[in-house]
């Protein structure tokens, strides 16, 4: 077995930095400049609350980077990279900051001894709340160096400059000394408490620039280790017995059967029943010898009666924006348009299953992870295992794409509970199916949408009341003096009574569905006013952002005043704001009216997202959201039935494949001088509303839940002739 | 039944006392530590373990010992000369055809075999051979220029 690169590092022994002094935590780190900062989330801050169940939060600092004695960068953080390229993107705002190569930056990420506390990486919150004070860091590190290197060289600091780590004198280039050389032999500490002034774009040498994934040539080499590739001397696989339904308890189980197979071992104790083998395909061989007894699952939700069901637990709404009133503007209204939209349940599916590594030696118990939230994980751990969460350290290796998924740690509770019974390092590796079991799918989601159009087709009044899907994207922002938005029901958590299964945050939450409820709506009364969609907007945005980035779309689409929908072009558009950033987008479909097909040819996708760090990292992850945007637009739907997840695997669960593959055009606008906004989310929220469109302009039938599948329309078809 | 299969891997010759009924993802993990091949779904639908078995990509979650025997098997470990990338890992690394890369290897093995039958594919041609891998993070567009890209540059070098 090789070394894990992450042990490489000479501080094994470290605790977590927060549950000890700062100054003996530096101390252990060898030598170098340390630049300790506070990143300012104060939303990570408010759930870190309830996360810690009560526990005090560090406030003094939560990330630090450090320049060695070499002198190479490493950012300690305890964000992961899943995808979404925060590893080339942190490191290319530290070079630029510090004057280094790109390549001299190292990021070590999610480990949760030597990285400071953090609440995880989800939310697009990287880059705008990380970016900012890790920029500062690199700036403030820039500064120390600066002032030491003044003394070295006897020079006054505003008559230096840096270029690639190496400090010279401005007008005799030869004096000269190295980060390197300044580190040397010291261990010097500053804390950021000033702003220190940072780089302006035009300054800018790695940022605002293209480059190509930090990680690459491990992840086409094979070399990438994820949590599944960490192998340790007598380590098991388990096999866990899971229940065929949720809320099916466990009576009885018989592991006679798999104790014959050789080698296998058994752990019996009470709600968990594993096998476990050195092969964790001898070990599912085992698991399937086992008989196991279920008393059923009280459950009696399927996909047939769950909005009704869901409406019932809804509960008393929440109004969270408020403007005019809705009884006059319904007065005033000469069309009233009263519908209801709904989403459906959608997996994850991350191609790498939930898995972890544990392995206990002595009081520490140190976890592999494919977890979006190590520090939660820590917690989760040391809880299962009755111990301080000092003892637990989780590593997170690459995470094989998270979505929001991989924010629930079930599998290293597992893992942990196994390597303590078994005394031996266990790997829990979920099977596809198991994916599928305990994912906590997006919600199903219910939106009730009553607005107006008054004699002069202005938009009257606009009753918005959703369920299920909270309110990220939920309030509108268009120009309609009165209106309303509610919400009701949790949107996520362990709502068993609601859900019949876990529900959870799911890329961008909730914003595809409350996107796709009011685009939809738009377009409706678009088309009763007789004007064209993207006029109709046009005219009506309050944001004048909303218009820029709509006109931006419009003039790539190539989009020509088409007057009243629908003209069977197959044009749909919508637009939408997520984590800071503004999108628009245009779409072209084809639909087949023998089998409901639809083909999403074009998509043009314009946004705004403030500075971008590195463009070609962002244009990426637009991609990736217009053809991952597909699947929940056309395809992806949990099938349940009392309790039981019936997809099992991607034969009955469609992801988008190849042969989908839209012309994609993606637009990011300059906007170098503003702060960056999230760009790991956004361009997924208009799919669904757009497609929906674009689907009434081409052959004139609504529909109102997605997905928009070909049973659907197939139907809504037949219903129109 | 436990048996003595040989096999070439990555350009070695190997021999392995195995069940051999056991699937050549599992023997490939773990009796190998080749960590690359991956698995995705177990049951041949997503292509994340592909390999390439006498010069085919092959799906090593449903490939048996049994099948392997006496072949020649080449996982993602298997594509580096000297050192040096494979012009399809070159081209994946340089098109950012990839996000979290958990699909990568299957990927680059599936296009492998693609590109062993067909030296000048079309787009039509990689999107036909690729339908069936699986990426959730949603690089296909990337995934196919990294293809197209590759295999003009093999043309080239012959
Ligand atoms: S793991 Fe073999 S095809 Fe999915
Ligand atoms: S890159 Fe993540 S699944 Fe393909």
Avoid at chain 1, 395 to 420: E, H, M, S, W, Y
Avoid at chain 1, 616 to 622: D, F, H, K, P, V
Avoid at chain 2, 138 to 148: D, L, N, P, T
Wanted: net charge positive.
């Amino acid at each position: 077995m090789k070394e894990d690169n992450y042990l490489d590092l000479d501080f094994k022994e470290i605790k977590t930095p927060f549950e000890m002094d700062r100054r003996e935590f530096v101390k252990l780190m060898g030598g170098g400049l340390f630049i300790l900062f506070t990143v300012g989330d104060t939303l990570g801050y408010v759930e870190a609350q309830q996360r810690r169940r009560g526990q005090d939060l560090p406030t003094d600092f939560n990330a630090f980077l450090r320049i060695d004695e070499k002198g190479e960068v490493t950012c300690f953080t305890g964000k992961i990279e899943m995808g979404q390229g925060i590893i080339t993107s942190l490191a290319q705002m530290l070079a630029d900051e510090l004057d280094v190569s790109l390549n001299s930056v190292h990021m070590i990420m999610g480990d949760t001894d030597l990285c400071p506390w953090d609440m995880g990486t989800f939310g697009s919150m990287s880059t705008r709340f990380f970016g900012p004070p890790l920029r500062a860091a690199g700036a403030e590190a820039r500064r120390v160096l600066l002032e030491m290197a003044s003394e070295k060289l006897s020079v006054p600091v505003d008559k230096l400059n840096v270029d690639n780590g190496v400090v010279f004198e401005k007008t005799n280039k030869k004096n000269k000394v190295t980060y390197a050389d300044l580190t040397k032999g010291k261990k010097i500490e500053k804390h950021l408490k000033d702003k220190p002034p940072l780089k302006t774009p035009a300054q800018f040498k790695v940022m605002n620039k293209s480059f190509i994934h930090h990680d690459a040539v491990e992840k086409v080499t094979g070399k990438a280790r994820y949590s599944g590739d960490i192998q340790l001397p007598g380590m098991l696989y388990a096999k866990v017995v899971r229940p065929p339904a949720h809320g099916a308890k466990l009576t009885d189980a018989d592991l006679s059967e798999a104790r014959k197979i050789d080698g296998v071992v058994v752990v019996n104790e009470g709600d968990l029943v594993a096998v476990l083998h050195e092969y964790p395909d001898v070990a599912e061989k085992a698991l399937a010898l086992v008989k196991a007894k279920f008393a059923p699952s009280p459950s009696r939700l399927n996909n047939n009666n769950i909005y009704e069901h869901l409406l019932k637990a809804a509960g008393g709404g929440n109004e969270i924006a408020k403007a005019g009133d809705l009884k006059e503007g319904e007065k005033n209204s000469v069309h009233v348009f009263d519908e209801t939209y709904y989403d459906s349940y959608v997996a994850h599916s991350p191609i790498e299953p939930h898995t972890a590594v544990a392995n206990i030696e002595g009081k520490k118990c140190t976890v592999w992870a494919s977890t979006q939230n190590p520090f939660t994980a820590k917690e989760e751990a040391a809880k299962a295992l009755d111990t301080n969460s000092e003892n637990v350290r989780i590593i997170t290796p690459f995470v094989g794409g998270g979505f929001g998924g991989k924010t629930t740690n079930l599998q290293v509770i597992d893992a942990v509970r196994l390597a303590k019974i078994t005394g031996k390092p266990v790997q829990v590796a979920y099977t596809r199916k198991e994916e599928f079991f305990y994912d906590a799918f997006h919600p199903a989601a219910i939106i009730k949408i009553k607005s107006g159009l008054d004699k002069n087709n202005k938009m009257s009044f606009w009753d918005y009341n959703v369920y299920y899907a909270g309110e990220r994207g939920a309030a509108h922002f268009y120009d309609i003096p009165n209106s309303s938005t509610k919400v009701y029901g949790a949107e996520r958590g362990t709502s068993a009574e609601i859900h019949p299964f876990r529900t959870g945050a799911w890329r961008a939450p909730g914003n595809n569905t409350n996107t796709f409820a009011r685009e939809c709506q738009i377009d409706i009364m678009a088309a009763k006013a007789g004007i064209d969609p993207f006029e109709f907007r046009m005219k009506n945005f309050k944001d004048p952002k909303y218009r820029e980035i709509l006109k931006a779309a419009g003039d790539k689409f190539g989009w020509k005043p088409m007057g009243k929908s629908p003209t069977g072009k197959g044009y749909g558009i919508a637009c939408g704001s997520d984590a800071g950033s503004y999108v628009a987008m245009i779409v072209e479909v084809d639909v087949n009216k023998k089998t409901g097909g639809v083909k999403v040819k074009r998509v043009v996708c314009a946004q705004n997202m403030g500075l971008t760090i590195n463009p070609e990292g962002a244009t990426i992850q637009m991609e990736g959201c217009i053809m991952m945007g597909l699947g929940y637009a056309l395809t992806e739907e949990v099938q349940f039935n009392n309790g039981e997840v019936l997809n099992k695997n991607f034969d009955s669960y469609e992801l988008p494949r190849f042969s989908w593959l839209p012309k994609i055009e993606t637009i990011i606008l300059d906007k170098r001088n503003e702060p960056p906004q999230g760009g790991g989310e956004p361009a997924i929220i208009t799919v669904g509303a757009a497609i929906a469109n674009a689907i009434y302009d081409k052959v004139g039938i609504r529909l109102h839940k997605m997905p928009l599948n070909a049973e659907s329309i197939l139907k809504a078809l037949s219903e129109k002739k | 039944m436990t048996e003595l299969i040989e096999f070439k891997l990555n350009g070695k010759n190997v021999k392995l006392n195995v069940d051999s009924d056991r699937m050549l993802l599992w023997v490939l993990r773990t009796n190998f530590g080749l960590t690359g091949t991956k698995y995705g779904c177990g049951e041949g639908f997503c292509g994340a373990c592909t390999v390439i078995i006498n010069n085919e990509a092959a799906r090593s979650c449903s490939t048996s010992m049994k099948e392997v025997k006496g072949k020649e098997v080449i996982t993602i470990e298997g594509l580096e000369r000297e050192g040096k990338l494979h012009p399809l890992q070159k081209a994946f690394a340089e098109k950012d055809a990839l996000q979290c890369g958990y699909c990568t290897p299957g990927m680059i093995m599936n296009a492998y075999g693609l590109l062993k039958k067909n030296k000048k594919p079309t787009y039509s041609h990689i999107v036909d051979a690729m339908e069936d891998n699986f990426c959730r993070c949603s690089a296909h567009k990337r995934i196919v220029q990294a293809v197209q890209s590759a295999s003009v540059k093999m043309e080239k070098e012959g």
